[in-house]
């Protein structure tokens, strides 16, 4: 079945620094990729719909400034966190829809652990 | 009121026992995803179900969605420890759109 990577699988920063994410469709071209954050225990909130060549769409009380999301090809889209805090420490999660299959599934990346130190 | 209500919250059962997990929509669902998730890890893609009265299986897992497409249960057979972890619905409300996740069925499975 088709495949969505995402790099790193974990993270650890200093507060204050940058952190970028990659998620890529191994073997499909995603048009539209999405971006979740998942708190423990919690689940799965969307964050941002990435589109690729246009600026993303994001979700109420999710500061673009500081989640940057660039989707500068059919088969990546990255998420870079801003001047990182403690706060933003959580699990984030990619997925791309392929639109090719007969009923359009939704695959997911294996997440991204970032801990803010 | 959440759009989309998953129950149990969490769930213990028997090795060999049989278990069902509901996801309840308040609106009709275009489509309904099940994946399975082990704590830290990501998304393992299970089922999506589309068409009213839709059932499909996969192994020892079966998930049905009903004809009004707004209830879907997914039925574990004979429970393995191997079938732990989080269970998610998403419900995806008009094909193109982000899935909506239900909070989540936390599965455990003693021996």
């Known amino acids: 079945g088709a495949v969505v990577s995402q790099h790193p699988s974990w993270v650890i920063c200093k507060s204050g620094t940058s952190v970028k994410i990659e998620c890529r469709s191994l073997?499909?071209?995603?048009?539209?990729m999405f971006w979740y954050r998942q708190f423990p225990k919690q689940s799965l909130m969307l964050m941002a719909t990435s589109n690729e060549g246009s600026k993303a769409t994001y979700e109420q009380g999710v500061e673009k400034d500081k989640f940057l999301i660039n989707h500068a090809s059919l088969t990546l889209s990255t998420l870079t966190v801003t001047s990182a805090h403690p706060e933003d420490s959580s699990f984030y999660i990619c997925?791309?829809?392929?639109?090719?299959?007969?009923?359009?599934?939704?695959?997911f990346g294996p997440g991204t652990r970032l801990t803010v130190l | 009121s959440q759009e989309l209500e998953q129950s149990p919250q969490s769930l213990i059962v028997q090795e060999g026992k049989n278990l069902t997990i509901n996801c309840t929509s308040s609106k009709t669902l275009y489509g309904l995803y099940w994946y399975k998730q082990k704590y830290g890890e990501g998304l393992i893609f299970l089922m999506m179900l589309q068409k009213g009265g839709e059932e499909k299986s996969h192994e020892k897992i079966t998930a049905k969605l009903d004809e009004k497409k707004q209830q879907s249960s997914l039925h574990i057979t004979a429970s393995q420890p191997s079938h732990a972890g989080i269970y998610l619905c998403?419900?995806?409300?008009?094909?193109?759109?982000?899935?909506?996740f239900g909070k989540g069925t936390r599965l455990s499975v003693i021996a």
């Open positions: 998403g419900a995806d409300y008009s094909g193109n759109t982000p899935l909506v």
């Open positions: 073997d499909f071209q995603a048009t539209t």
């Open positions: 997925s791309a829809r392929d639109p090719s299959g007969v009923t359009d599934t939704q695959y």
